[in-house]
């Protein structure tokens, strides 16, 4: 995106633009000299000064003297200050929960897990991430800011309130979990709540398998089969928070499986973990995995699964044209077996959209719904650097 011409704009919104833009780049580029900076952003070398010293006072960044390599100046260096500025990051697991401080940049400044305790409610279970959330920000460097919280839940989330329709894995029903944290933790910074699979496209797009690309699906999950849809950088969310449930997308309605949502043949219902486990004649989920690390490309066993997985891949593709597909989760292991027979039910999307189509596994591992929930919580900071720093400092003052 060009950051320098934009019709219309103030000069107020274009510094905030290009402000937001040169921070978005330190955060996910990490340390880059100021002449990449020119070259990456498109602003000229006196902008690009102008607004690091911005940031600098700020605290966002911090600029380093280069080791001085080969012939002519060179140029200073600058690295986001990841320990001035963090999010909390709070990941509700189906097994456990975690919370991680996360700095600028990325980097994972502090994190503790917790267990969940069978019948614990919504409430009780923040009330306890409080006593870690407090003991992780009593180790945050002095005069450092958190600027934002964002948490992860494997359901159903309504985007503008935190709302928690139904997280069935947890046994969550219609849980306001945005306004238990901000409650329990007392705070006023802003809490995004998404869905998990939701947060680990926004990872592996930001870090991972699908850095550097715009338009990309991720196809993750292991009992139910979410998705994420990233277009043009940024998620697809649908008007209320819900899009993305690739899971239910009708493929085999005449002689499907009913879905726990209530329908027949939903994808979830031909790929999912139950489908696979039965393929593959195992029981557990730890066998599945362990059972697909073991087999061999075009394991016979799973063709029927290879063939759904790769009919729902090409409807996708029809669809969203991205650039990347990736697999996350139990369906990196599956694509590598089953590959083969994604590619050839990919023959059946139109021929357009798979021009520079690949398709690849996840790179972040189980890490990657912290990340999500981290890059989500920076959203507005990369939107307006210097705003929302200020809102921020106002709010934990208050
Ligand atoms: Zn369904």
Not at 157 to 182: K, M, Q, T, Y
Not at 302 to 313: D, K, N, Y
Not at 331 to 359: I, K
Request: glycine share 14%; with cysteine; proline share 4%.
């Amino acid at each position: 995106m060009s950051t320098t011409t934009l019709a219309g704009a103030t000069q107020d919104e274009m510094r905030k633009r290009n402000l937001g833009s040169l921070l978005r780049h330190l955060h996910v580029n990490g340390a880059c000299s100021r002449s990449e900076l020119t070259a990456l952003t498109g602003l000229n070398r006196s902008t690009v000064g102008a607004l690091t010293a911005e940031l600098e006072e700020a605290g966002l960044v911090r600029s380093e003297q280069p080791i001085g390599h080969g012939v002519g100046r060179p140029s200073i260096m600058v690295a986001p200050a990841g320990e001035r500025a963090y999010v909390l990051a709070v990941d509700v697991g189906v097994e456990h929960a975690s919370v991680a401080l996360i700095g600028l940049g990325g980097s994972v400044l502090a994190r503790r897990e917790l267990q969940h305790v069978p019948g614990e409610t919504p409430r009780k279970l923040i009330q306890r991430a409080r006593r870690v959330v407090d003991s992780l920000v009593a180790t945050a460097a002095d005069g450092s800011v958190c600027i934002g919280i964002g948490v992860s839940v494997p359901g159903v989330v309504r985007h503008s309130d935190g709302l928690v329709h139904i997280a069935p894995n947890l046994g969550w029903i219609e849980v306001p979990l945005g306004s238990i944290i901000a409650t329990v933790l007392r705070t006023n910074l802003p809490i995004a709540i998404a869905n998990d699979a939701d947060l680990a496209a926004i990872a592996e797009h930001a870090r991972g398998a699908a850095r550097g690309l715009s338009h990309v699906v991720m196809i993750s999950g292991d009992v139910g089969v979410g998705g994420g849809i990233i277009i043009d950088g940024r998620l697809m969310t649908g008007a209320g928070g819900y899009g993305g449930e690739i899971g239910h997308m009708v493929i085999n309605p005449s002689g499907g499986r009913s879905c726990r949502c209530g329908s027949v043949g939903c994808w979830e219902t031909t790929i999912g973990e139950q489908a696979v486990r039965e393929a593959l004649g195992v029981l557990t989920e730890s066998e599945v995995r362990a059972s697909l690390l073991e087999a061999t490309r075009g394991d016979p066993r799973l063709a029927e699964v290879g063939r759904w997985l790769g009919l729902g891949v090409a409807n996708l593709v029809n669809i969203c044209n991205p650039q990347a597909v990736v697999f996350g989760g139990m369906f990196g292991d599956l694509y590598r077996v089953v590959d083969e027979a994604v590619a050839q039910q990919l023959g059946n999307s139109l021929a357009a959209p798979l021009e520079g189509l690949v398709l690849r596994s996840a790179a972040l591992g189980p890490d990657s719904v912290s990340m999500g929930a981290a890059e989500r919580a920076f959203l507005s900071l990369l939107d307006d650097p210097l705003g929302h720093l200020a809102r921020c400092r106002e709010l934990s003052a208050a």
